[in-house]
């Protein structure tokens, strides 16, 4: 079993920053992909990023540019740097953390632009 626990979530106005962190623990040997993924009220998660063990990125059109994801591989931490933040950038993000060929989830983290 894996364990995550995001942290970071906040209220901020339009065009502020906030940063999310998630950790990782339990049972890991190596874990492949980290990332993050949000939902907004009455719709379904979508990807916002993710980086591989060899630090391969991958983000949503909607956030290039103004979100970076890191990880620390040693401490099996992953963080969201979130610039420029937008009110359609409101949602509940969710830490992912692929192991073993099973994808596991945080339980989330409220983040609130208001504009």
């Known amino acids: 079993q894996v364990q995550l626990v995001e942290s970071g979530g906040n209220l901020v106005q339009a065009g502020g920053s906030l940063r999310l962190s998630c950790a990782a623990s339990g049972s890991i040997f190596e874990i492949y992909l980290m990332g993050w993924y949000r939902q907004a009220p009455g719709k379904q998660r979508d990807l916002v990023a993710t980086?591989?063990?060899?630090?391969?990125?991958v983000y949503a059109d909607s956030v290039k540019g103004r979100f970076t994801i890191s990880r620390d591989n040693a401490k099996n931490t992953v963080a969201l740097q979130m610039n420029s933040l937008k009110a359609e950038d409101t949602a509940v993000y969710y830490c992912?953390?692929?192991?073993?060929?099973?994808?596991?989830w945080g339980k989330g983290t409220l983040v609130t632009v208001s504009s």
């Open positions: 992912m953390a692929a192991v073993g060929g099973i994808n596991y």
């Open positions: 980086i591989s063990s060899g630090s391969t990125t």
